[in-house]
């Protein structure tokens, strides 16, 4: 068996291929099963015996971990619940792409959710990919350490049983998204913290790069224009009706389908610079096909916005489609999953 993690700064995704009979799970997309966890944690600290006895009590059938000093780390989507119910909101470990040089706990608990996805390896030395960033275009370099993020993720796994590597997470959605096109094309990732980019000839990843705005942009961005807080936006954002470039009567919609426009002019300006007479950029002989995908393309008008912005921007290839990833919050893992099988 192999396995694929998108190791994300919302979501954690492990690929790994589905069992014969598991047509009913719905975790099975196509033969491959998923597993998403949140990337997030709360700490409650109790303050007397009888309050570690409730909080344990109320903690039954969560994820969490009782630390050395009594507090209980809570893992994954229990830990925002936890938090809402507390009135607080719930922490991650990783920020932009990376382990968080903000949270003090953050490679910690990171490996606390990697083990908890993970599991230990089926086989000694399971072969694993996970996916990590590339550096960022438009940020100073001291504030961005892959390097640092990738061996804390691997040893977390090596420590499992597995045999893991990384690979660039746009490189793996262009091995999930471009298998029928000889794996000739321009993979965009947009998550919570990053846009990963990769133009791909024939299997070859010939440029990478990131830009360090997207949902989590949009949000803060929302939040401080409305006054709410990002939570309440980002549920608003992922649950709400609107259509990106469309007026919106709902407040806090109207000023995030406005971010979402300026996000993706941002982000095709960047693309356009960047491209543009770059060194690596292969002389392709037809139009290229672009590839979407990650949470943030889910918001509908999506597609039709960043192909105007694409033009309006200059971006410098011809363009023969964007092509709008099926399984977007998946497509990162499975691609991961198809390299963990060649490799
Ligand atoms: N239906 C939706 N509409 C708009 N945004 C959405 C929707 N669903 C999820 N998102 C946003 O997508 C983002 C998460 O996407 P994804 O899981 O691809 O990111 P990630 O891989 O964890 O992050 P990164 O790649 O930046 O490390 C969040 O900003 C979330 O708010
Ligand atoms: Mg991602």
Redesign the pocket.
Known sequence: MAKGL????????LAQDAAANSTTDPHVVGNVQYKDFR?AFYIIKPTTPVATKMIEKGLQGKVFVKDADGSFIILGQDAIEKAVERNDSAKRP?Y??VVSPKEKEAKRVLAFILKEVVGTASTPNEKLIFCV?AQPVDQEDDDFDVAYHEDVVRTVLAEQGYAARAIN?AEALCYSELEHDDYTGIGL????????VCVMLNGEPTVLFSTTK???W??RMTAVATNEPDSVV?AE???GTFVIGEQNENTILAAVSVYYERLIDYTTKQLAAALLDHKALPKFKEPILISV???????KGFVEMFTKKLAENGFPLPVKEVRHAKD??HA?ARGCLIAAKIL
């Open positions: 998108d190791v994300g700064t919302s979501f954690i995704v990337d990783m932009r792409g960033p997470e990732s947009w998550g919570a913290g990053m846009v990963n997207s949902g989590d949009i949000d980002q954002k992922e649950h995908a990650g949470g943030t393309t889910r918001a977007p919050l990162v």
